[in-house]
């Protein structure tokens, strides 16, 4: 059980006509808050690196609709990496979090769930100022 994120897993229902997988906020699915934005990556490739920022008000959730990717997930002193390749299959990323996506599959689409509405202003795009801010500098506690 990881510290830094937490994978959720969604109800898969189908039958001969096909897949159907069920998201719902308010934690009715396991995504532990209200959606107020959706958006989605595709038409990145393995050399691709998108996020690259922690987010002071903003928690995710990240799922492969199609194809796979890859996350980076640290919070300056412990990092983990996530393989999302099934779209059941999500991870829950909390605020203050760095993230990382990337090695996308030629086929990736990647849906991102967020408890926010777009700030600007509530991103950390800087690795150095995101570990000021988190008290770590090169991996240690200051």
Excluded: C
């Amino acid at each position: 059980m990881s510290e830094l994120y937490k994978l959720l897993q969604f109800a898969d229902f189908g039958d001969e006509r096909g897949k159907l997988v069920v998201i719902e906020g308010d934690n009715l699915s396991g995504v532990p808050f209200d959606i107020k934005r959706v958006f989605y990556i595709y038409g990145s490739d393995r050399t691709v690196v998108r996020g690259q920022h922690a987010n002071r008000n903003s928690e995710f959730v990240l799922v492969n609709v199609a194809g796979s990717s890859k996350v980076m997930i640290t919070d300056g002193k412990k990092k983990e990496i996530v393989e999302l390749n099934q779209p059941m299959e999500a991870v829950y990323i909390p605020r203050m979090i760095w993230k990382e996506m990337y090695d996308f599959s030629p086929d990736s689409v990647l849906l991102v769930l967020a408890n926010t509405h777009y700030d600007s202003h509530e991103y950390i795009r800087n690795y150095e100022e995101y570990l000021k801010e988190m008290g770590v500098l090169g991996g240690k506690k200051e």
